[in-house]
């Protein structure tokens, strides 16, 4: 038996995430629903930050790697002319 997966994954609609917020209200309290809104938007930030770290660190390594690497071609040309 095959399975299917779909093209695309549905969205919530409005009335789903008028749900959504009326379980966060009830699960949270009103108090608290800012604070956890701040902490999810500093923990997103932190995120991306360090995901642009990670690619800045990795670009600098393929870079330091194409330079020290020596050109094969080359090498080879030399190596068959000999």
Known sequence: ???????FVPTPGAPE??????????????QK???????IGESTGEF????????QELEEYRNDTATAAPDVETETATETQS
Do not use: H, N
Request: zero cysteines; proline letters at 6%.
């Open 1 to 7: 038996m095959t399975s299917i997966a779909p093209l």
């Open 33 to 39: 629903i800012p604070k956890l809104a701040r902490s």
């Open 17 to 30: 995430l008028l749900i959504i917020v009326g379980v966060a209200i009830l699960l949270f309290g009103a």
């Open 48 to 55: 991306k930050k360090g995901q642009a770290k990670v690619e």
